[in-house]
């Protein structure tokens, strides 16, 4: 347990430092946009399929399961509240971590068993503003986005398979869909993915910056990053869940 809290704080001031960086000159604005383009829009195509058959199996499964009762008229509205609640901002979380966050640790932990975060502080160049607090940034504003490009791609897939599959009738759909939506639904997943998209980056990081002896070092580190990133996405989502309001309609 002792090791446990020890390495918490460490990671807790590990960010700190990094987010304290993030005030000090000079600014490096380059450096954020370039991670926004390597987190988010390098992600784009697999958070788009991931999207579109998430949401076409579930709208599937849904109709198989409200048909039996005569409900089939709520796929849409089941589909789409569990995108943006909580499919979109969980799954983009995952995805993102075993692409971007896998990728953040490799870089910087091969950067640290290479030496060269060693020659950035010899330079006087802070490693954490240089290599850290740009990603953690980049990585708060891309999630939010990402996520909401699943929700719309998966809420295509559901209405595709809903429709032309399983033979819902596509006015009944879309009704269903806009009168128990809620705008705070929507918001609902862009905070939560806010939050993961922070810390998923910050595991990634920290993961990278202290990996050692050598290249097996490193891989350890990218190891740790993905399996550390989806426990926390997992345990989170269910506190956000509750904390984080949501446009709930009570018939």
């Known amino acids: ?121 010899v330079m006087a160049v802070s490693p954490l503003q240089f290599l850290v607090s740009p990603k953690l940034v980049a990585g708060t504003i891309s999630l939010p986005l990402l996520t909401a490009i699943f929700g719309m791609v998966g809420n295509l897939g559901g209405y595709v398979v809903a429709v032309w599959v399983c033979g819902v009738d596509p006015g009944i759909y879309i009704s269903k869909l806009k009168y128990f939506m809620d705008p705070w639904d929507f918001y609902h997943g862009l905070i939560k993915s806010g939050f993961f998209g922070f810390l998923l980056t910050a595991i990634g990081c920290y993961s990278g910056y202290r990996a050692k002896n050598g290249a097996q070092g490193v891989g350890k580190a990218t190891n740790d990053a993905v399996v550390s990133g989806f426990i926390v996405i997992l345990v989170l989502d269910y506190f956000l869940s509750i904390l984080v309001p949501t446009g709930v309609r009570v018939q």
């Open 1 to 121: 347990m002792t090791k446990q809290l020890e390495s918490l704080g460490r990671f807790s001031l590990f960010v700190w430092n990094s987010l304290l960086w993030l005030f000090r000159k000079p600014y490096r604005w380059r450096l954020i946009t370039d991670e926004i383009l390597f987190i988010g829009n390098e992600s784009l195509y697999i958070v788009s399929l991931a999207a579109f058959f998430t949401g076409a199996v579930f709208a599937y499964q849904s109709w198989l399961a409200f048909v039996m009762v005569g409900t089939d008229s709520m796929v849409g509205a089941t589909v789409s509240l569990a995108l943006v609640r909580e499919m979109g901002p969980v799954m983009t979380g995952l995805v993102v971590t075993g692409r971007a966050g896998a990728a953040m640790a490799a870089q910087i932990g091969n950067m640290r068993v290479t030496e060269q975060i060693d020659a950035l502080e």
